[in-house]
């Protein structure tokens, strides 16, 4: 538990939630995302970060309409009666240009704020990793590394990894 900056209140927060349907890795249907936005309440969370996939080539939807679409479900929760706190994020996947597209307002961060859920490809660290990191914290943004425990080289690169925690990057 933890006090949630969304609302103010200590409460269970999922900063990665692929609930809304429509997108990629999300829920086949609205009926499926709502039965799955009640097993989370059920769980004790009351505040989803709902981040579907930014990946070039794959994905890309644009902050408009990942904050379209969440609101849209947000509003169909509460015809549901299903008090679940829903909020705009992305799963950016890693690019040495995220510091930019973050300025342009081309990527959605977790619910606007300055928290940007990152995530890297899972066999290699990509390259220019650790200077697209400290680029993002010294402009005031901050990574966090969705998934860490699927990255088949952590443990090889646990120092880096805890290089990074200590200046600033959250681990998902």
């Known amino acids: 538990m933890a006090v949630c900056w969304f609302c103010g209140f200590h409460c269970m927060i999922d900063l990665r939630a692929h609930l809304v349907p429509g997108f990629v890795d999300g829920p086949a249907s609205l009926d ?3 039965d799955m936005a009640r097993m989370a309440v059920a769980d004790g969370i009351l505040v989803a970060a709902c981040s579907p996939p930014f990946c070039n080539g794959l994905s890309t939807p644009s902050p408009f309409e990942i904050r379209q679409a969440v609101s849209d479900f947000g509003k ?4 549901a009666h299903v008090p679940l706190h829903v909020v705009p994020s992305s799963e950016v996947h890693f690019r040495t240009d995220l510091v930019e597209a973050l300025q342009a307002g081309q990527l959605q961060s977790i619910n606007g704020s300055r928290y940007v859920m990152v995530d890297l490809p899972p066999m290699v660290p990509p390259a220019k990793l650790e200077a697209v990191l400290r680029n993002m914290l010294a402009a005031g943004r901050i ?7 699927r990255l088949k ?5 646990l120092d880096f990894i805890t ?5 600033g990057v959250w681990l998902q």
């Open 32 to 34: 499926m995302a709502i």
């Open 153 to 157: 080289w952590i443990e090889a690169g």
């Open 143 to 149: 990574p966090v590394l969705a998934s860490p425990e």
């Open 76 to 79: 169909h929760l509460v015809d």
């Open 163 to 167: 290089e990074m925690v200590e200046a």
